[in-house]
């Protein structure tokens, strides 16, 4: 049994090294669907839907995982598709020898209950449990729905497997049959009606709902953190596009694309926020400038705030991070005497400590960052978040 349960850790393991950057690439659309929807992220939203995809990925590395040498494949036995229901269950009472003649022998019975067969179709029923739980906890699918999503996962499992990855081996490594189909669908039902039992211990969505919009009634340093990140994202991408497309690198002077990416930070941070009182970042997360007196900002005021915003302190924290990797770098990948790490540590360490002390001072004199003091200006929510308040 320990052999068997062996089996699984790779994959799971795989998973757990893998899932830090599949969470980085969802967090940003994450990020802008639940500020757009709610205003605000409960905790335990981020932790049932980060909890899910993981779960998402363990189960499909479980289903393809080891992955086998090509000439390994090429030496196994051709492997038909099991279409006769209930087959695994057949051969696993075959092998131990119980019939209709000993069905009363309990010694037989457990060693079908400890049998790696008997394992195989518990695993497949168990592997989608989960599931069902998440479909009715989260997701609000009835029976039916959850049903039919377990049998679409398990199609899909099968399909990758029947398909050797799509092309990627010659022949198929794993068997494909129908009776997987059917004890993971089992599995997604079983998750469904246990769900409750599970649910008790957890707030409700609704509750979870009501946290989020409660959150959405202020706007948190975070949400405007991440309005931040997808403004620099944002502007580096379409002048990357521009380049990619309208201007040749080979052929175009210096000059001219220090004047593109000109124009673009004009546009983009000038331009676009006086129109429409928000840049497209905070047009995502659904907020939008003010005055301190909850008027229209003025042109000055929009100025102001992103040449202080988006320029000298997005600057401030890229020497920020900057210094900090020569630090990290030098402390640990070479080999210097005493002093010279000691010069390297205050060159590198002594503005980023000034810089937090400055900043903790700011906030703690006006309650906010310099762009939104200097500029007399701040961020509001607007939309379904505002209007929940």
């Not at 695994?88 to 019975?109: A, F, P, Q, S």
């Not at 479909?135 to 029976?143: A, D």
């Not at 211990?201 to 509750?207: D, G, K, V």
């Not at 309650?367 to 200006?377: E, G, L």
Request: charged residues 15%; hydrophobic residues 50%.
């Amino acid at each position: 049994m320990l052999r068997y349960l062996n089996s699984f850790l790779q994959p799971i393991n795989v998973a757990f090294m893998f899932f830090p950057a599949i969470a980085a690439l969802f967090t940003l659309p994450f990020v802008i669907k639940h500020y757009r929807k709610y205003g605000g992220i409960a905790i335990m939203r981020t932790i049932v839907v980060y909890s899910f995809i993981l779960y998402c990925m363990c189960t499909f590395l479980l289903t393809v995982l080891p992955l086998p040498t090509r000439e390994a494949v090429m030496a196994m036995p051709d492997h038909p598709i099991g279409w006769i229901p209930g087959k695994d269950l057949y051969i696993g009472l075959k092998n131990v020898g119980l019939n209709l003649g000993n069905i009363t022998n309990v010694r037989l019975w457990i060693q079908f209950f400890t049998s790696s067969d008997f394992f195989q179709v518990l695993f497949n029923i168990v592997m989608t449990i989960p599931l069902g739980i998440y479909l009715r906890y989260y997701f609000r699918f009835s029976l039916r729905e959850t049903a039919l999503t377990g049998l679409c996962a398990s199609l899909f499992f099968e399909v990758t497997q029947y398909t050797a990855l799509y092309g990627i081996y010659p022949k198929p490594y794993r068997f494909t049959e129908i009776d997987d189909l059917i004890n993971n669908t089992l599995g997604a039902v079983i998750g469904y009606a246990i769900a409750p039992i599970i649910c008790k211990l957890l707030p409700t969505r609704e509750e979870i709902d009501r946290i989020s919009y409660k959150k959405g009634e202020n706007v948190t340093i975070l949400r405007r953190f991440f309005a931040f990140v997808l403004d620099i994202a944002l502007s580096n991408l379409i002048f990357a596009l521009i380049e990619m497309f309208f201007i040749p690198v080979s052929t175009t002077p210096p000059r001219i694309t220090s004047l593109t990416w000109m124009i673009v930070l004009v546009v983009y941070y000038g331009l676009i926020p006086i129109i429409l009182r928000k840049t497209p970042g905070q047009m995502l997360l659904k907020l939008k400038l003010v005055s301190e007196d909850g008027n229209k900002p003025s042109f000055k005021q929009i100025i102001g705030r992103n040449f202080l915003l988006y320029g000298v302190e997005f600057f401030m924290l890229y020497m920020t991070a900057l210094l900090f990797i020569i630090f990290i770098m030098s402390m640990f990948m070479g080999e210097h005497s005493l002093k010279i790490s000691a010069v390297v540590s205050i060159v590198c360490l002594g503005p980023i400590i000034a810089e937090l002390f400055i900043i903790l001072r700011i906030e703690k004199k006006w309650n906010k960052m310099p762009h939104s003091h200097y500029s007399h200006t701040d961020e509001i929510a607007y939309g379904r978040a505002a209007e929940s308040e």
